[in-house]
């Protein structure tokens, strides 16, 4: 195969392609499981600890599950501890932007942003682990220059705000900048969603 035709299928509509490791990709919420434990009915969000050198991530995705708890309903969502039947905490252990694919003059055509987070599950009282996530990852690819946006795909049309006009009119710098705080957004809320469906069914 040519470098072209290499290159050509690098910036193909997977610029927008979300993939989730360990999250299950492709369930349906369908309610609490069986093995969920059935006395526990309220829930606390512990602010998560963030161990990676961006300072907002932890505010951002305790607000990003609290957010989703609170639209569910399934567990009421509390705002002391004390008040809890259980309580949700985590570590985010780390958030990285890699080269996921170059052009025939090394430029960057994409990054792929990881997020790992580790969660636990326990009851307040007495107190035990009911369920925990360890190195929760979920991964995204996002456009580093104007070459990668493929504006006729269903995923650019679906997952941004952008229009092609506004593509067109960015430098690649500012498209990059606008694409990354997108790209964040999403996997907040991508993460609380997988998240909170993986504690309702313990899996």
């Known amino acids: 195969m040519?470098?072209?035709r290499i290159f050509r299928f690098l910036i193909q509509p997977c610029t927008y392609l979300v993939v989730l490791s360990l999250l299950g990709c492709g369930y349906?919420?369908?309610?609490?499981?069986?093995l969920f434990p059935k006395d526990i009915h309220s829930v606390y969000v512990e602010p998560f600890l963030n161990r990676t050198r961006d300072i907002g991530l932890g505010p951002e995705i305790t607000?990003?599950?609290?957010?989703?708890?609170y639209r569910r309903g399934e567990l009421q969502l509390v705002d002391q501890p004390d008040r809890a039947d259980a309580i949700l905490s985590g570590v985010v252990r780390s958030f990285d932007s890699l080269t996921?694919?170059?052009?025939q003059d090394a430029e960057v055509l994409q990054f792929e942003a990881t997020l790992i987070v580790d969660t636990t599950f326990r009851r307040r009282e007495p107190s035990e682990i009911l369920w925990r996530g360890q190195n929760i990852r979920l991964?995204?690819?996002?456009?580093g220059q104007r070459a990668a946006v493929v504006t006729t795909s269903s995923n650019f049309q679906n997952?941004?705000?952008?229009?092609?006009s506004n593509v067109r009119s960015l430098t690649d710098i500012q498209l990059t900048e606008t694409e990354s705080r997108r790209m964040r957004e999403e996997l907040m809320e991508r993460f609380a969603r997988e998240l909170h469906q993986r504690l309702m069914e313990m899996f």
């Open 139 to 143: 991964s995204q690819i996002y456009a």
């Open 2 to 4: 040519s470098q072209k």
């Open 159 to 164: 997952q941004t705000t952008l229009s092609t």
């Open 28 to 34: 349906q919420f369908a309610g609490r499981s069986d």
């Open 63 to 69: 607000t990003a599950l609290r957010g989703e708890l």
């Open 100 to 103: 996921a694919s170059v052009n």
